[in-house]
């Protein structure tokens, strides 16, 4: 997930817009008090901050996500007025990864920000996403959508839905999916499976009709 802090709200529009189109989650806040307490429940991969904000500015917000054990680690990406050199250098003494001189281009941005998350070595599962008709799937923070609502599984479904979301088309058999998802343990007790695909087409809406029974086999995930 991506924090962006961003009082305009066309350019927090397109910024959101941009990263969504590049693969990545992200969320948009017009005041430092949205931003603090959307941090208070979730822990962002990166945030992009723009400095001159209504109430408390950019350098401040920078300022507390340093001095805080918690957010301290969290790769920060500066938005500055072109030319203010003051701005940027005191963005990164404070410790912003990246600045962004104001305007600029929306694919540079989604250019710095697979740059910083390179270097700060939170680009890897985190952002790795399985797309299969409307449905969505985000390993890395184990969050499933169809057709954009969020949908909570247990783990075996989220394990059984990613079983299938990674091969789509793919037959598989029950004894396939009892070994792959539970153990072998659980071998010959294939009314497992049929159990958590009936509870997981039901979880997931009009999508659950991806999860097709293959008669004699087993079941696959086709659009």
Known sequence: MIFCVEDDAGIR??????????????????NAREFYAALADDTPELIMLDIMLPGEDGISILKRLKA?????????????AKGNEYDKV????????????????????????????RRSGRAAEKQQLIRVGGLEMNLGEHIVTA????????L?????????????????TREQLLSSVWSEDFLGETRTVDVHVGTLRQKLGACGKYIRTVRGVGYKLEV
Do not use: H, N, W
């Open 13 to 30: 529009d397109l910024m959101i817009y941009t990263l969504s189109a590049s693969g990545f989650r992200a969320v948009g806040f017009e």
């Open 68 to 80: 805080d054990a918690r957010t301290a680690d969290i790769p920060v990406i500066m938005a500055t």
């Open 90 to 117: 005191i963005g990164l003494d404070l410790g912003a990864d990246d600045y962004l001189a104001k305007p600029f281009g929306m694919m540079e941005m989604a250019s710095r920000v697979r740059a910083v998350l």
């Open 147 to 154: 057709d954009g609502i969020r949908v909570q599984l247990t």
């Open 156 to 172: 075996k479904e989220f394990e059984l839905l990613r079983t299938f979301m990674t091969s789509p088309g793919r037959a598989f």
